[in-house]
């Protein structure tokens, strides 16, 4: 019953088709072809009508089950890799095509890449000039082979066919397919496989350049009138994967756009308003063109007072878009943007004076606006300008270097026509110097704003719709055209591992990661250098891979020069040399914020390693092993150069060819250096200069430094041992040290915490930061009032046991009482139980007469605890032994041991005996408690009493034991 369905369904598309082609003239596959692609093609057509157009197209191709061509009559032949399949003989190729593009998009069938090969492949053998144009393509990655893909995914890459690709590129140009003569324009301008030639590659692009702009020219009722500036061509969006593939963008993200402005227009919002009716006026990917209901919300604005609705409006009604013509109107329209110097008001008048329409033809107004629209950045301003002085309209004499000069200034803005006309006129000397490359500039431009370019859109789509195989398909065909973004997109897809291909694949995205960065892309110039210091898809070259850093650290990339530093430390390709990485690493900070992470994890490694270099010659060799495995880089195990630095240990003839190379790279090295050095280095012009030759002088000993390198696990030469060296090789810990900057690095960009430091974070988040902030000042405040507190006690202590000494002691700590303002208070016996309990651990005997204590209670009848005195005693104990002289007599050291010889002294000085070990009460109190020090004099005993932490006093005895109180 089912396949009764489908028959039924194919024989009415058949007949709808028929019916339809026989009304616009007789039966032929062209017109069947024509209204299948009408059905499948048309904006909103359903799944129905796409299968029943894949039908007809099958029909017409002759692709037709095996089972119908039993008869001997009927002259097939089978489609390789699909047994119940034939192609029967006279079908059309163009439909063979199309059929194959329904199997490559899903366009009513699945998806089916290895059906649409072959499809192509019989279409370009019966010479359909696009099959042969897309079988170049596959041939030139080497996707025309029967397992290169597998249902909606690319399977594998095989051995590109150069030679094929090319006869079938020159095929298609010569029969007016214009991706092949693009794709012949861009080999050409490179010298890809062919000859470098810029006059043979504008030769290739000029015929596609002039039918986009015909297109365009079809397409002015899109925009403005007389506008020519390609609003009507496909709109292409320049995405490139390895800055937006992480940001989740949508392919209806301008559906949701205009939503969101169609809200805030409904309730009144005039620039809401002006930007919606703009947006369905003009149209854009994924919002269609709705005339009506822009001319609806343009109007609102307009009475509203908004200018460029004004304009806008103005254009709608000249050129009959949405509303009936009314030339009138559109003047009314633009008088009234006019007088508020709207640009595009002012290139409506323009227009109309020139072209005579609702107006007296006017050439010298329409010039005055335009001059006035151009000076406000119009580009269809400076287009129509160019016209003009092209052909002399509304002056005395016509200027063709002013023509070229506004035709320029409109094809900087991206005018289709003015682009084509500068190229021209840089052909041909018109008005500027004849010249190839810019023509061939200009032209390659006006070809990626065309049609072809659907390819790279398409690719856009299918990657954020998940599709990443028919993502990679529709980027390498837009890569074939020369598309820089395509060509980056899939280099980025294939070495992320996105539709993985094989083991072929890395060689891909090294071919074009090379060519993305011929054309200027310093990020592909950068995984090209990565290519070769890891020897992904090519031969592993550490000399190449520095020189292709370098040239990207002169467009002033931060990771070349982090690279470059990191090369340097471990000598990797080039001269080993710590002070340059360091520089580099610098450099890297100073240049890119997000570097400031991976920069100091560096630096920090670059010590460590600066330190074993150091150390290394003073180590046994069994250390020294293990230590070159951390700090030695190691070519990878296979490679040309691994076998240089592990099997011929004074370098082979590689390493002389790697020497010469160097050397001649060497004495144009240092003038190139010092300017780009000067600017980042905060020393002279003289430093940078240094530096730079300092480089230049090491360069020759590049290859040698590297190649010079031994493994300290002893596999050299070894070939079982070959799988070892590749596992140590990946686990280098100087391998993990880069990989984990690169990821610091790539974190840092994708947070936005590149430059990491508490000011920053301050700064982004200053309400939690100022918090944070006062949290910790006020901890910082109470540390300080507790040690002051404890100082304090301490100090009180002091003088209170102080207090309990007789005679001249007991006088001077009066003294320090007073000047501290302390009050002293008489007690009796109990105070001096007291102040015996303080220095019973001490073992000096507390006299019997009357202590003085504080008047706080802190000593006295309660007894004063002797831990916080001897923690200061054991504190100031230093202090004391550094004041007192080496024949001091009588001075008593806090905390330590004093001697018999000591202890007869002080009793003969009429100073308590101390044991041996025992906690003392020094004469000689720490500056900052109090500021009692103690000097010793050289033959008598002498003691001084200096305040500085309260107001100070100086109590310095002479040698009659008198005491003299004179502030310091």
């Not at 710590?578 to 991976?598: G, K, V």
């Not at 003085?852 to 309660?862: E, I, R, V």
Request: hydrophobic share 40%; proline share 4%.
């Amino acid at each position: 019953m089912r396949c009764v369905i489908k028959v039924a369904l194919a024989l009415l598309a058949v007949e709808f088709c028929y019916i339809n082609a026989k009304e616009e003239g007789p039966w032929t596959a062209e017109n069947v072809v024509q209204q299948a692609l009408e059905h499948r093609d048309k904006v909103g057509s359903t799944a129905r009508e796409q299968k029943a157009a894949a039908g007809v197209l099958a029909d017409a191709a002759g692709v037709v089950s095996s089972k119908k061509t039993s008869s001997k009559d009927v002259k097939a032949f089978p489609v390789p890799g699909f047994p119940d399949l034939v192609f029967v003989d006279g079908g059309s190729p163009a439909a063979m095509r199309e059929l194959a593009k329904s199997n490559q998009r899903g366009k009513g069938i699945d998806i089916n890449h290895k059906l649409s090969l072959e499809l192509f492949r019989r279409a370009a053998e019966l010479g359909d000039p696009e099959a042969q144009g897309v079988l170049a393509m596959r041939m030139a990655f080497g996707l025309h082979h029967t397992n290169s893909f597998d249902g909606s995914s690319i399977r594998h890459f095989g051995r590109p066919d150069e030679a094929g690709a090319l006869l079938h590129y020159y095929f298609g140009a010569a029969a007016g397919d214009p991706f092949s003569r693009a794709a012949l324009g861009y080999r050409h301008t490179f010298g890809l496989g062919v000859p470098k030639s810029c006059w043979t590659a504008v030769s290739y692009y000029k015929p596609v350049a002039e039918a986009v702009v015909q297109e365009a020219i079809e397409g002015t009722k899109a925009g403005p009138m007389g506008s020519s500036s390609g609003r009507g061509l496909p709109q292409i969006e320049r995405i490139r994967l390895n800055v937006h593939a992480n940001q989740g963008v949508k392919p209806d993200r301008q559906r949701e756009v205009l939503q969101y402005y169609q809200y805030s227009a409904d309730r009144g919002n005039t620039d809401a308003q002006t930007a919606v009716g703009t947006l369905l006026n003009i149209g854009t990917h994924g919002v269609n063109r709705d005339h009506v209901a822009a001319a609806h919300y343009l109007a609102r604005a307009a009475a509203a007072g908004n200018d460029d609705a004004m304009a806008h409006l103005g254009h709608m009604y000249g050129a009959g878009l949405g509303v009936p013509q009314d030339y009138a109107k559109a003047l009314k329209y633009f008088q009234e943007a006019a007088t508020r110097q709207n640009s595009l008001g002012l290139y409506g008048l323009g227009y109309m004076y020139l072209s005579g329409k609702g107006v007296d033809q006017n050439h010298e107004k329409a010039y005055k606006y335009f001059v006035a629209a151009a000076e406000q950045g119009d580009r269809d301003a400076h287009f129509y300008l160019g016209a003009m002085y092209m052909h002399g309209l509304g002056m005395k004499r016509r200027s063709l270097s002013k023509a070229f000069m506004h035709y320029f200034q409109a094809a900087s803005l991206g005018h289709v026509q003015a682009m084509h006309n500068v190229a021209i006129m840089h052909m041909s000397g018109k008005g500027t110097p004849k010249a190839c490359k810019p023509a061939l500039s200009h032209l390659k431009a006006l070809v990626e704003k065309g049609p072809l370019a659907a390819a790279l859109q398409a690719g856009h789509e299918a990657f954020f719709r998940g599709q990443h195989g028919q993502a990679l398909l529709s980027y390498l065909q837009a890569s074939e055209l020369g598309m820089e973004i395509a060509q980056s997109n899939a280099a980025w897809m294939l070495d992320r591992g996105f539709a993985y291909a094989g083991p072929h694949a890395a060689a891909v995205a090294t071919t074009l990661f090379k060519r993305s960065a011929e054309q200027g892309n310093v990020m592909s110039l950068l995984q090209l250098g990565d290519c070769y210091y890891y020897g992904n898809g090519v031969e592993q070259d550490w000399v190449r891979a520095a020189a292709i850093y370098y040239e990207a650290y002169k467009e002033r990339s931060a990771e070349a020069m982090f690279n470059l530093g990191f090369m340097h430390q471990y000598g990797a390709g080039v001269p080993k040399d710590h002070n340059l990485a360091r520089r580099f690493y610098n450099m890297a900070r100073h240049s890119n914020a997000d570097a400031a992470l991976p920069v100091y994890l560096a630096t920090a490694w670059l010590r460590v390693h600066s330190t074993w270099d150091w150390l290394r010659p003073h180590l046994p060799q069994s250390v020294v092993a293990i230590g070159d495995w951390l700090f030695e880089a190691k070519p990878k195990p296979g490679a040309a150069n691994y076998n240089q630095a592990y099997n011929s240990k004074g370098g082979g003839a590689g390493s002389s060819k790697a020497d010469s190379t160097v050397a001649g790279v060497s004495q144009q090295l240092a003038p190139a250096l010092a300017p780009a050095l000067s600017q980042h280095m905060s020393g002279s012009q003289a430093d940078a200069e240094s530096a730079a030759a300092e480089l230049s002088n090491n360069v020759a000993g590049s290859t040698t430094s590297s190649s010079s390198s031994t493994s300290g696990f002893g596999l050299d030469g070894d070939a079982d041992a070959e799988p070892m060296r590749s596992w140590y090789w990946w686990l280098s810990p100087q391998l993990l040290v880069w990989q984990w900057d690169s990821l610091m690095w790539r974190l840092a960009e994708a947070t936005g915490l590149g430059g990491f430091s508490i000011s920053s974070l301050l700064e982004e988040y200053s309400d939690v930061g100022e918090t944070a902030l006062l949290l910790v000042l006020l901890a910082v405040l109470m540390i300080v009032l507790r040690i002051r507190r404890q100082r304090q006690q301490a100090l009180e202590n002091q003088v209170l046991i102080a207090l309990a000494q007789p005679g001249e002691q007991q006088h001077i700590a009066q003294q320090i009482a007073t000047q501290l303002g302390l009050q002293i208070l008489q007690r009796g016996a109990g105070a001096a139980a007291g102040a015996a309990a303080v220095t019973a651990g001490s073992g000096a005997r507390a006299p019997n007469d009357t202590v003085p204590t504080l008047a706080d209670g802190s000593a006295g009848a309660q007894g004063v605890s002797s831990a916080p005195v001897a923690a200061d005693a054991a504190d100031s104990s230093t202090n004391s032994a550094a004041g007192a002289s080496s024949g001091a007599e009588g001075t008593i050291v806090g905390g330590g041991s004093s001697s018999s010889t000591g202890r007869q002294r002080n009793q003969a000085n009429g100073l308590p005996a101390f044991s041996e070990g025992s906690t003392s009460i020094s004469s000689s109190v720490r500056t900052q408690d109090a500021g009692i020090s103690s000097s010793g004099g050289s033959s008598t005993t002498s003691s001084s009493i200096s305040g500085s932490a309260e107001p100070g006093i100086s109590k310095q005895p002479s040698q009659h034991n008198q005491v003299d109180s004179t502030p310091m």
